[in-house]
């Protein structure tokens, strides 16, 4: 009988990030200036990110190296086990075998912590005191409270409304590891200031907090920005899930015909698919497919359209070339807070285009259906993020079933649900918007 979770030694924590730039078959397009419209320099992100963050933004090399500190600080909970979902498959009698990498194993329950540390460590290094950033679900959020308590440095939170009054405990978490925590739009920024007199009962978005996280690092020398997706350096970062997930495959003696992953701005999905899809750009798995999952309600990929576009709602960021519903889009409010993004990462965006990845789109209702499957064959309560990839291996499973096809499939549980028992009192209760 196989294993159902395959663990590495502590050993096998990655050493090096997978930069997946220099294998693009065609070159990214560079983020530009929002009044020039001429490509940026480094020197308009000092502002607000670490000279070693805005490097490794720009990077062409091959691979970039892990800090020993961080890799040390990695042991808390890496690497993760990979587990193979066999109550689930024989629940689906599918002859599909389903695996699934567990990130919602670390300290704060999703993958987020990954780059937290890094980016935490990274300023710190070039003596920043502060960071300031947003959050939606509240993953983020903890992710870099907690990173930042590890690393000695303080830590400002903008949090979604709409989350900040839904998810208490993810507040109460925050809060825990020292960090200062205000709903956004709040009154402390111009940003969050000019919504609020526009619409005093705005829910708040990813956009909004994050115009007021930007404005707070720009107007004080000791603290920088930290952003938790979208932008190549995270992405980079969460490579080292993937590389894990490879040797994890390799000891199951498999490799995955489709890997899957939930989108919110695409960390988590480019974590796990970057490692892998390396193999399909240098020819050698060409029918490898990697499947990014969305909510309806937010179809980034799916609905929107690739172009220049602002990070943020207030439109102050460098425009970046992507997949997006529009700066100005405030989606409804969904449980899956961490997927309630306009836009898709410039790298996710790209290979959609080329036509490498594929991309889905979900309704809650049906995630739902899947999320509580799941949680009732493999005990793991899923985050509503999370669920949106599992509600796609479910669709692929009964695909699989119905061709007899003998696929492996790989997913990143990219977090747990236990701050979103209330999501699930909806769902369960009746109450939910299940088409939204
Ligand atoms: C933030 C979050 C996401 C979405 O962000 P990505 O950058 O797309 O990964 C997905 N799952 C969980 C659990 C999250 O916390």
């Known amino acids: ?21 220099p294998d693009l078959p065609t070159p990214l397009q560079p983020p530009l200036h929002p009044g020039t419209r001429e490509p940026i320099g480094p020197e308009m992100l000092t502002p607000i990110f670490p000279l070693e963050l805005i490097a490794q933004e720009m990077s062409q090399a091959p691979t970039i ?61 070039e003596g920043v005191k502060r960071l300031a950033t947003e959050t939606g679900a509240g993953q983020w959020g903890s992710a870099l409270a907690c990173a930042c308590r590890l690393m000695g440095l303080e830590c400002m939170v903008y949090m979604v409304k709409i ?26 920024t111009e940003a969050g200031r000019r919504v609020l ?10 956009g909004i907090a994050i115009s007021e996280a930007v404005e707070d690092a720009a107007k004080r020398d000791d603290t920088k920005y930290a952003l938790g997706s979208v932008l190549n350096h995270v992405l980079l970062h969460q490579t080292i899930i993937g590389q894990e997930a490879k040797k994890q ?10 890997i899957i992953a939930c989108h919110g701005g695409g960390s988590n999905f480019a974590g796990l698919a970057f490692p892998f899809l390396k193999d399909k750009l ?47 889009f405030v989606p409804a409010p969904v449980h899956a807070g961490g997927l309630r993004y306009h836009g898709s990462a410039p790298l996710v965006s790209h290979l959609l285009a080329a036509g490498l990845i594929e991309a889905e789109a979900y309704m809650q209702g049906e995630v739902f259906e899947s999320a509580l499957k799941f949680a009732r064959c493999e005990g793991t309560i899923p985050a509503p993020e999370s669920a949106h990839a599992i509600h796609s291996v479910v ?10 096809e003998p696929t492996v499939i790989l997913f990143n549980l990219s977090g747990h649900g236990i701050f979103d028992l209330s999501a699930y009192e909806s769902f369960l209760s009746g109450k939910m918007a299940m088409t939204a």
């Open 197 to 206: 007199a526009e619409s005093p009962d705005s829910p708040g978005s990813l």
């Open 65 to 125: 190296e892990i800090p020993d500190e961080v890799r040390n600080i990695y042991r808390l909970y890496r690497p993760t086990p990979l587990f193979r979902a066999k109550a689930f498959e024989a629940m689906l009698d599918t002859p599909a075998h389903i695996y699934y990498k567990s990130e919602h194993v670390s300290p704060v329950g999703s993958h987020k912590l990954n780059t937290a540390l890094v980016q935490a460590y990274v300023n710190k290094q």
């Open 249 to 258: 495959m390799e000891i199951a003696g498999e490799y995955p015909d489709l």
């Open 282 to 328: 240098n020819g050698s798995r060409k029918k490898l497919r990697a499947i990014a999952a969305e909510p309806a309600a937010c179809a980034t990929l799916t609905a929107g359209t690739r172009e220049y576009d602002f990070g943020d709602s207030a439109g102050t960021t460098p425009l970046m070339m992507m997949h997006t519903l529009g700066h100005g």
């Open 395 to 404: 669709q692929h499973a009964l695909k699989a079933r119905a061709s007899n």
């Open 1 to 21: 009988m196989t294993d159902t979770k395959i663990m590495l030694p502590e050993s096998e924590i990655p050493t090096h990030f997978y930069n997946i730039v």
């Open 163 to 188: 989350s900040y009054d839904q998810k208490p405990y993810r507040r109460i978490m925050m809060k825990t590891y020292g960090a200062d925590v205000v709903a956004s739009p709040s009154k402390l």
